[in-house]
């Protein structure tokens, strides 16, 4: 079994800074990609960043430029670093990470969520 276990998460005024952290705990073989998603109420889960096993990156047009997401492979854990947070960002952020428990494909994990409020 695999768990994702998601902290850092919390209330900022705008123009703050958040440190988002996932660490995966289990059966784990190999882990793939990693990301955040985030959902704002009314809306639809959204990709934020993502990360590769080798380290490549990519994110959300909206926040490229005040977001950096990073891993630690020894530790099993990826990080989001939120900088220059805007009320828009306000939502339930999620962690996601493709791992292998030794079948020799990967499959999809999900945390449980941590909410991210910024205020104006």
């Known amino acids: 079994q695999v768990q994702l276990v998601e902290s850092g998460g919390g209330a900022v005024q705008a123009g703050g800074s958040l440190r988002l952290s996932c660490a995966a705990s289990?059966?784990?073989?190999?882990?793939?990609?990693m990301g955040w998603y985030r959902q704002a109420p009314g809306k639809q889960r959204e990709l934020v960043a993502a990360?590769?096993?080798?380290?490549?990156?990519n994110y959300a047009d909206s926040v490229k430029s005040r977001f950096t997401i990073s891993r630690d492979n020894d530790k099993n854990t990826v990080y989001l670093q939120m900088n220059s947070l805007k009320p828009e960002d306000t939502a339930v952020y999620y962690c996601?990470?493709?791992?292998?428990?030794?079948?020799?494909?990967?499959?999809?994990?999900w945390g449980q969520g941590t909410q991210v409020t910024v205020s104006s």
């Open positions: 996601n990470a493709d791992i292998d428990s030794g079948a020799g494909r990967g499959y999809d994990y």
């Open positions: 289990g059966s784990i073989f190999s882990i793939n990609a």
């Open positions: 990360i590769t096993s080798g380290g490549s990156t």
